[in-house]
C-alpha cells in the first residue's frame, strides 16, 4: 500500500475530522 501524504485527525470536541496534507 502506497502511503499517502495526509494527517487526519479527530476532534472530540467538535466531532469533526480535519485532514492535512503533509
Known sequence: MPF???ICKFFQ???TF???TV
Open 4 to 6: 499517502e501524504p495526509f
Open 13 to 15: 470536541h467538535d466531532s
Open 18 to 20: 480535519e485532514c492535512l
